[in-house]
């Protein structure tokens, strides 16, 4: 007679996270099956093909950052290596290019500052508190700058304490891009599960998640009917409301309203030629980033590399302001950017521009935005989350890993791995 659930785990989602617990879990002879709403895997992992960049460009995931022990671990087990970033990073002001220079003084005021801090609080009312002084003005939009930019945050929500984690962790590890893109990550991942027979179901969307006969039943848009004896969902957080849960499981999501999730726009722009490697006279050839005050206000070269790409980067709550803007739409303000910080008219560097992709993530159906940030509740916000107390189903992926490389790749398999113990161990 076959058994009740022939399959242990479902996996919901085969995005970094899902794919890891897959792999993970198929290796401790369970018995998985992967269900994603996408025709790929990756998730917010979204190689372009290589025919529009001249490489493998990335729509989601793009950096390296710091130790990230799991994904240096998994990238040394698929064989690929780090492409170091190098190069010269500019920021533009009033319309000039000039070499980024902090100010040593006031970032070593800030961070002591920082440090002192015991009780969390939104970075942005740490900043009233401690640096409201007009002296402090460039201070203040830098920190504000890096937390809308980097961390796609609103500084209203986003975690003092957190930040503080992340910008003071040691910075171990060279900062870099793997060779062949994240893509290959994912494609290995992707072969390790085939390998071990996971079975990976595409193009399922999952809208309802019951408890039957002892065990989970997953329901499709479509009609398709997976189950098994637990669930893992590793969907972004705001997919979350858009899943039917069972009223326990219904109750431990709400807490994901504690943790922040900000949105990107991220604009690809390929060009005949590296136009902007002479700049009025200035040797821009090895320029890496760049930052200014323009609507686009971040980008950057494929440096050391020599591709004749910039990437446009436009994160946080402004990100939210466009909700409503096609493609084509935002490639434009990209290149009218472009055009004010490099003084340059706008139809001369569109003459240039032989193929362009922009991606707003808060329209992605499957994604809602772009990755999660900490905010003074989200600590406890993950553990309630995380306190499966005989329910059958569990929740990882990036938003539920409580280190300093929140909203990352590295949270994400970190946080398959935290789930696998947890469901061994359970
Ligand atoms: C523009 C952008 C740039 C980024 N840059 C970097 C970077 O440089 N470095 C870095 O480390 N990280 C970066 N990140 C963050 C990183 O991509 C994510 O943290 C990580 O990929 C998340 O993995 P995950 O498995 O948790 O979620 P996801 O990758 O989102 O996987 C979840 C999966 O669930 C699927 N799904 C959704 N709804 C359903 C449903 N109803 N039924 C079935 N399946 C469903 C989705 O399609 C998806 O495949 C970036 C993200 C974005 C968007």
């Known amino acids: ?26 290796r401790a002879g369970k018995r998985v099956s992967l269900v994603e709403a996408r025709d790929r895997c990756g998730g917010r992992i979204y190689p372009l093909p290589a025919r529009e960049f001249g490489y493998r460009a ?22 690929l290596s780090l492409l170091r970033r190098a190069g010269t990073r500019w920021s533009s002001r009033t319309g000039a290019l000039l070499r980024d220079e902090p100010s040593p003084l006031q970032w070593d005021r ?8 015991r009780v969390d609080l939104p970075i942005a009312e740490f900043l009233e508190a401690h640096f409201a002084d007009p002296r402090y003005d460039r201070l203040r939009r830098a920190v504000t700058r890096t937390v809308e930019g980097y961390d796609a945050a609103d500084p209203r929500r986003a975690s003092t304490i957190a930040l503080r984690d992340e910008w003071m962790a040691p910075d171990e590890g060279q900062h870099g891009r793997i060779a062949g893109g994240h893509g290959a990550l994912v494609e290995y991942l992707e072969s390790e599960c085939r390998r071990l027979c996971t079975a ?10 019951d408890e039957v006969g002892g065990g989970i039943a997953a329901r499709c848009r479509d009609g398709a009917v997976f189950e098994a004896k637990a669930a893992i969902l590793t969907l972004p957080l705001p997919l979350l409301a858009e899943v ?5 499981t219904r109750e431990r999501a709400a807490a994901a309203a504690d943790i922040g999730f900000g949105n990107v726009v991220k604009i690809l722009l390929r060009f005949a030629a590296k136009w902007w490697s002479d700049h009025q006279g200035q040797d821009l050839s090895d320029l890496s980033f760049l930052v200014s005050d323009a609507t686009v206000p971040t980008w950057w070269t494929q440096h050391p590399a020599s ?10 709550p402004k990100a939210d302001t466009v909700p409503s803007l ?5 490639v434009d303000m990209g290149l009218s950017s472009l055009a004010d910080i490099f003084d340059l008219p706008a139809d001369r560097i569109r003459r240039d521009l032989v193929a362009s992709r922009a991606i707003n993530w808060s329209n992605d159906p499957f994604a809602r935005g772009a990755y999660s940030y900490a ?22 992926g990036e938003a539920l890993y409580a280190g300093p490389d929140m909203g990352t790749v590295e949270a994400a398999l970190t946080s398959g791995l935290e789930t696998v113990r947890t469901v061994l161990g359970a």
């Open 1 to 26: 007679m076959a058994p009740p659930h022939p399959t242990d785990f479902l996996i919901i989602g085969a995005g970094a996270a899902g794919l890891m617990i897959a792999r993970e879990l198929a």
């Open 58 to 79: 990335e729509g989601g995931a793009e950096f390296v950052h710091g130790a990230a022990p799991v994904t240096r671990a998994l990238m040394r087990e698929a064989g």
């Open 110 to 117: 800030f961070y002591q500052t920082l440090e002192a801090v």
């Open 200 to 209: 990976i179901h595409l193009g399922a969307v999952v809208s309802i998640l």
């Open 244 to 248: 039917t849960l069972p009223p326990a």
């Open 307 to 316: 591709y004749p790409v910039l990437t446009g980067w436009f994160a946080g």
């Open 326 to 330: 096609t493609a084509a739409g935002l």
């Open 375 to 396: 905010t003074p509740k989200t600590r406890a916000a993950q553990l309630a989350m995380k306190q499966a107390d005989g329910d059958r189903i569990f929740f990882a």
